[in-house]
């Protein structure tokens, strides 16, 4: 395995020297079976790329998956899925805008946008970021369904976009019954929340509490700031973005 080793990394120096990469994933299913085999590979790959990203001026990332490396030391990476609660390290969901296939095929099972955003403010919440996956046709072009959930998406995100970029993890990150399943390839199935369902962002003295379902009335509860909880806080200012 050794010349394929050798092959395999000096074909990713070269992707570094000739491209300068912002980000670089080493997703292989090797690397969490023989891991001990790649481990001296990829601590050389990992000090070559952080250094060159620093001679470049650049901020770099590596992601990867299982724990091909230490916590802390990259991005973990989980695909079609998520962690189960929030971790003191940045990671990333990678999953597609289809339940079954990342490639553009006949007769797809499209996720909707409401899935891909309720996805979305669970793993935020989580410390995290979404990176979604579509399908382009042969020729390039994006199909008109995968333009119409994106649009909505990105509807969404011009409104409450606020309690998203730039945000941190709250002390808790949700309140409510209903998660997500943890770990990886667990997303295939949309999930009922309730109304009672609530993720928690914040940025700055702004504490965000995003309802993962619609409300009837007039009045939204959020327990977790009562004055007899742990969580209670000084509040000033309630607003509710439109």
């Known amino acids: ?14 992707s570094l020297t000739h491209t300068s990469p912002h980000l670089f994933g080493l997703i292989g299913g090797l690397l969490r079976e023989s891991k001990s085999v790649f481990e001296p590979y990829l601590r050389f790959f990992a000090a070559y790329y952080y250094n060159r990203g620093h001679q470049w001026g650049e901020g770099v990332v590596i992601n990867y998956k299982h724990d091909a490396f230490p916590e802390g030391t990259a991005v973990l990476d989980v695909e079609r899925g998520q962690l189960g609660d929030i971790s003191p390290f940045f990671w990333q969901t990678d999953t597609s805008i289809y339940h079954k296939s990342w490639r553009h095929i006949r007769d797809h099972d499209y996720k909707s946008p409401e899935h891909l955003i309720r996805q979305l403010v669970d793993i935020v919440s989580k410390n995290s970021c979404l990176l979604l996956n579509v399908a382009p046709r042969a020729d390039g ?49 949309e999930i009922e929340f309730t109304p009672q369902d609530i993720r928690f962002t914040q940025k700055g003295d702004y504490l965000y509490a995003i309802f993962m379902n619609s409300h009837e009335g007039n009045q939204l509860v959020i327990e977790s700031l009562g004055a007899d909880k742990p969580y209670s806080q000084d509040i000033k200012e309630v607003e509710l973005l439109p």
């Open 141 to 189: 072009t994006i199909p008109e369904e995968q333009q119409e959930i994106l649009m909505k998406i990105g509807d969404w995100l011009s409104r409450y976009g606020e309690a998203i970029y730039g945000t941190r993890p709250w002390v808790t990150y949700k309140e409510g019954p209903t998660d997500f399943p943890a770990g990886s390839f667990v997303d295939g199935q």
């Open 1 to 14: 395995m050794k010349p394929f080793l050798t092959t395999g990394s000096n074909a990713s120096f070269t």
